[in-house]
């Protein structure tokens, strides 16, 4: 039986983040969950925007966004992140683009444009599958003012202080950080050693300026020490 897609439910969002001219973020909980996540939305040089992640926003905000920039396309990580993209798709009226690997999974739950091979961005934004994960989950390099370089991470790095954290998940490790979860890697790494090399590859990128993930704080000093060390957790 198909599940009935949620609806647009605006739940406690913080104020937009606006860390560079061409990448905001705005950061909630999952519903149920009293679990961070956070949406980055990136400004190409069309003027469009993308989304990496979905959170429904207040009208006043969203109000902000739109005047910021043409909605355009939605990515998500992987299925597991489509609580609220089926919603958000439709509202927007964007494009959703996610990973080959669950194709099936995420069609199940909202209308999919295309997988990630598909999206067309441009000279300072790229999209990458992680190697050795099982769901090919991207991350999205974003390049600002032509020498600072983000990273945004789906679920790979997360970087979440143990005392928010309900107790259940800190006993599975996800506290701390940022670094990769054991849960993550139990689940979702199929070669560890690809993910370290991937992940520490990225750590020497040119002025690497910040990490991004879904889960947990922004890291904005000694990014590059922080993926470092979030490798050696792989």
Same mark, same amino acid.
């Given at each position: 039986?198909?599940?009935?897609? #949620?609806?647009?439910?605006? %739940?406690?969002?913080?104020?937009?983040?606006?860390?560079?001219?061409? $990448?905001?973020?705005?950061?909630?909980?999952?519903?149920?969950?009293? /679990? &961070?996540?956070?949406?980055?939305?990136?400004?190409?040089?069309? *003027?469009?925007?993308?989304? +990496?992640?979905?959170?429904?926003?207040?009208?006043? /905000?969203?109000?902000? /966004?739109?005047?910021? *920039?043409?909605?355009?396309? $939605?990515?998500?990580? @992987? @299925?597991?992140?489509?609580?609220?993209?089926?919603?958000?798709?439709?509202?927007? =009226? $964007?494009?959703?683009?996610?990973?080959?690997?669950?194709?099936?999974?995420? #069609?199940?739950?909202?209308?999919?444009?295309?997988?990630?091979?598909?999206?067309?961005?441009?000279?300072?934004?790229?999209?990458?599958?992680? #190697?050795?994960?099982?769901?090919?989950?991207?991350?999205?390099? /974003?390049?600002? &003012?032509?020498?600072?370089?983000?990273?945004?991470?789906?679920?790979?790095?997360?970087? %979440?202080?143990?005392?928010?954290?309900?107790?259940?998940?800190?006993?599975?490790? +996800?506290? =701390?950080?940022?670094?990769?979860?054991?849960?993550?890697?139990?689940?979702?790494?199929?070669?560890?050693?690809?993910?370290?090399?991937?992940?520490?590859?990225?750590?020497?990128?040119?002025?690497?300026?910040?990490?991004?993930?879904? @889960?947990? =704080?922004?890291?904005? %000093?000694?990014?590059?020490?922080?993926?470092?060390?979030?490798?050696? %957790?792989?």
């Amino acid at each position: 039986m198909t599940k009935t897609p #949620r609806p647009w439910i605006v %739940t406690p969002h913080d104020p937009i983040e606006k860390l560079e001219d061409n $990448l905001w973020t705005v950061a909630g909980e999952i519903p149920g969950l009293r /679990v &961070g996540r956070r949406m980055s939305i990136i400004r190409l040089s069309s *003027g469009d925007l993308m989304f +990496f992640n979905a959170i429904p926003l207040r009208d006043e /905000v969203l109000e902000e /966004v739109r005047a910021w *920039g043409r909605p355009s396309i $939605l990515i998500v990580p @992987h @299925h597991q992140h489509m609580i609220d993209a089926h919603a958000f798709r439709e509202r927007l =009226g $964007l494009k959703l683009y996610g990973p080959a690997e669950c194709e099936k999974k995420i #069609r199940a739950r909202a209308e999919l444009t295309g997988t990630l091979e598909a999206i067309k961005t441009d000279g300072d934004v790229t999209v990458q599958s992680l #190697r050795g994960v099982k769901l090919g989950e991207p991350a999205i390099v /974003v390049r600002s &003012g032509g020498d600072r370089v983000s990273l945004l991470f789906g679920d790979v790095i997360q970087n %979440t202080p143990k005392a928010s954290l309900p107790l259940p998940f800190r006993l599975a490790g +996800f506290g =701390g950080g940022p670094k990769v979860v054991p849960v993550f890697k139990m689940m979702f790494v199929s070669d560890k050693q690809r993910l370290k090399e991937q992940l520490t590859e990225w750590s020497e990128l040119s002025g690497l300026a910040r990490l991004v993930p879904s @889960h947990g =704080g922004i890291v904005s %000093t000694q990014a590059s020490a922080a993926l470092k060390g979030a490798a050696s %957790t792989a």
